[in-house]
């Protein structure tokens, strides 16, 4: 089992920045594909951004690209989020999703990620 911990939401202005962290614990290795989803209230949950177990490779939602980085430190097991200029559109919870993925496939469906946070919560003000 693999537990995640998300810290770093809350309130905002547009415009403003959060960093999201989320760290990893349990039965934890370096082969794993972490990153974020996103549900707003009364929508699905959303994929954001992934980031391969290497950290080479990361992938975005086009309205998160160019605001939005992913980043991990694996020696802390820990993936972080740096939302910059965020819109009252990114209010969300946020949740943090890992799967054990050694050859970085890196879907972006909710389904194919059996580990998940309890969400940090996101609110964008105008």
């Known amino acids: 089992q693999v537990q995640l911990v998300e810290s770093g939401g809350g309130l905002v202005q547009a415009g403003g920045s959060l960093r999201l962290s989320c760290a990893a614990s349990g039965r934890t290795s370096n082969k794993y594909t972490m990153g974020w989803f996103r549900q707003a209230p009364g929508k699905e949950r959303d994929f954001v951004s992934l980031?391969?177990?290497?950290?080479?490779?990361?992938k975005y939602e086009d309205s998160v690209k160019g605001r939005f980085t992913i980043s991990r430190d694996n020696a802390k097991n820990t993936v972080y989020l740096q939302m910059n200029s965020l819109k009252p559109e990114d209010t969300a919870l946020y949740y943090c999703v890992a799967r054990f993925d050694d050859i970085a496939l890196m879907p972006q469906a909710a389904q194919q990620y059996n580990y998940w946070g309890q969400g940090t919560q996101v609110t964008v003000s105008t």
């Open positions: 980031i391969s177990w290497s950290g080479r490779t990361t």
